[in-house]
């Protein structure tokens, strides 16, 4: 992505921020903090070898003369990451040019993990445990034979140690075809493998516009690359989004899509038709999952993808961090501005959504219509007889909801707008002939 944010938005400033969405999670050891902050300074003194740049030029084609020689001269800026703790919880902020910034996410949020488990949770680490990780990453690498795999596992992984255990497993398994490591790639004599990130869908959402960030982002990427790196993210602004602009052309040209949330048999299905609808084979498209997987899960989905289309995983914290006792930390760093401007990423989780507040309700709106300022309904069952005035069942989020629930008390109720007040509504629980009895029972539903 760096090349396609070089080429196209040199100029541009961005900030990111990192996330724990695991509240529970401690960082308050000021030995974690001192490793940290000592291994963020080290990153200034990398450089990429002359060796290492003519290996990408022959293994990356799509990687331009002009572009290796901008990565020979890239440096680390440690000014651009800003770190604290606060109450106990890391506070990491990142900001420069998108162009220099974009490197940051992956190193520092694998920083974060490897310092984690040298300061914080110490306990998993027991001699020996080196050949007992290969032994379960042989079994796991000989499970996936039959599956197109790739390791996508640098940014949660427990260690360097860890994922090249990892990959060397996978070059072994004959349906393994690469990793998200570029440096274990050129060690081990495979295939660095990646695809586009959110902050791409992201950063375009505030360059070119927000409606239709997906349309545009696709067409960026075809811009620079020209119909390599063909696996479109669908989920920026959840799939819903990405369908309504994914045209004939993005259909045609691109490999395929890629699953990073929401339920993947579903997504398949959707997938399927979705490529139907437009005169293509799904067969010869792929979809490549990524959402949290382990093996059981990804035979699961290939089985039932057998004979419809065709399917790749990209596998990550279940290599490079699997250590009973001891979970991964759940953390990500994301774009949260590009020119000044507020980003956000949707899901299609429910409750997953990261970025400012306003700006999420913006983009649910401009992509879904959800209403800016959230909705209300209180509903109370009263009887013209009751002295001791109205019972209130419940709020909830829309009109409809609310009926519905409160047709669980009363199955009968006859809905009718209420004429005093604009937008509220009466079931009335007694009627005669199929009108309202307006002696007895009722249920006022209002807005709050």
């Not at 990429?48 to 290796?68: G, H, K, M, N, V």
């Not at 990565?71 to 606060?86: A, G, M, S, T, W």
């Not at 209180?378 to 519905?404: H, I, M, Q, V």
Request: charged letters at 25%.
């Amino acid at each position: 992505m760096q090349k396609a944010v070089l080429d196209l938005y040199p100029n541009t400033p961005v900030e990111y921020t990192f996330f724990d969405r695991n509240p529970d999670t401690k960082f308050n050891n000021s030995a974690f903090f001192d490793m940290l902050l000592s291994e963020l300074r080290k990153m200034a003194d990398l450089r990429l070898s002359e060796d290492e740049a003519d290996w990408l030029a022959r293994t990356c084609p799509f990687l331009t003369p002009q572009y290796i020689e901008y990565l020979k001269n890239y440096r680390f800026d440690p000014n651009e990451v800003h770190i604290r703790i606060q109450d106990g919880r890391l506070v990491l902020g990142i900001q420069g040019l998108w162009h220099s910034t974009i490197l940051w996410e992956v190193p520092l949020m694998a920083l974060i993990s490897e310092c984690y488990f040298k300061t914080v949770d110490t306990d998993w680490e027991q001699p020996g445990w080196h050949l007992e990780y290969d032994d379960r990453m042989m079994t796991k690498a000989r499970a996936m034979e039959q599956l197109t795999w790739a390791e996508f596992g640098t940014r949660r992984r427990r260690h360097l140690e860890a994922q090249a255990i990892a990959v060397a497993a996978g070059t072994r398994s004959q349906g393994f075809v690469g990793t998200s490591n570029v440096m274990l790639a050129r060690q081990t004599h495979t295939k660095p493998k990646g695809t586009m990130a959110h902050e791409w869908f992201q950063g375009i959402s505030a360059l070119e516009g927000l409606r239709h960030a997906n349309r545009f982002a696709l067409d960026a990427w075809t811009q620079v690359y020209k119909g390599d790196l063909g696996i479109a993210l669908t989920d920026t602004y959840g799939s819903e989004a990405f369908w309504a602009d994914f045209t004939l052309q993005h259909a045609k040209l691109f490999d395929g899509v890629r699953h990073d949330s929401g339920c993947p048999f579903r997504f398949m299905t959707r997938a399927i038709r979705e490529y139907e609808k437009r005169g293509i084979d799904p067969k010869s498209k792929t979809i490549l999952f990524s959402d949290g997987l382990n093996v059981d899960k990804a035979l699961d989905i290939e089985a039932k993808a057998a004979g419809r289309i065709k399917v790749a995983f990209g596998i990550g914290t279940h290599l490079t961090n699997d250590f009973e006792d001891s979970p991964a930390l759940n953390m990500v760093i994301k774009l949260t501005k590009c020119n000044g401007i507020p980003v956000v990423k949707l899901s299609d989780d429910q409750g997953k959504e990261i970025g400012d507040s306003d700006a999420i309700k913006v983009a649910k709106w401009t992509h879904y219509r959800q209403p800016l300022q959230e909705e209300r309904w209180k509903a109370s069952f009263d009887s013209r007889n009751d002295p001791d005035g109205p019972d209130c069942c419940g709020t909830w989020p829309s009109l409809e909801r609310a009926k519905k629930e409160c047709e669980v008390y009363s199955k009968d109720l006859l809905w009718m707008p209420d004429t005093h007040s604009a937008g509220d509504w009466i079931g009335w629980v007694e009627h005669e002939d199929g009108e309202p009895s307006y002696d007895g029972a009722y249920c006022l539903i209002e807005r709050v």
